[in-house]
């Protein structure tokens, strides 16, 4: 996932113009998701190191709209990628919710110093709905199961399980989702 911070020497300037809504819940139907931004943010973002004009000048831009500001207590770390993810999530729901084009959100640990704007990346976006389709396919396959297990009155109670997990050290050794993982492969 990408995430675009300010390297040495660069600036961007960010104003907050509006706060529309402070823990706002949103759910959309389309994506079968919901979720509570922690803001929901007009911004205006002026960057002053876009790409250069014909005379060799960096052109400033400038992007205004809404946007989410999730807000994490703590510094950034390499294994915080489920909140840049969340934030993407954020943007697709804010774009439903508020009729408007959603570019990117705003990240901000509580112990850093500045905002990090996350991307809303469309190929990122896809995989994740693909994941949450996955386990909800699971889920609604052992529901299934479960209920014609108690229709034919063959029920045991078992725990819920989610898909088979991955198993492979160079993929499973950079997931975010590491410790929930192993956890759940012990108890299950």
Sequence with gaps: MNVVRAKDGESSLLAVAQVLDVEEDIWSPTYGLKGKVDA???AVIENH?????NRGRVKKTTCTGPMPLEIKTGVSANRDIQYRAQTMLYTLLMSERYGYQIDEGLLYYTRNDEPTKVPASRNEIH???VARNDIVGCMAKKADHLTKMAESGKFVPTSEYLPQTIDIDFVCGKCYGLDACMLYRRVG
């Design 127 to 129: 995989a994740l709905i």
């Design 40 to 42: 929901s943010i007009t």
């Design 49 to 53: 190191q876009a790409p250069y004009d």
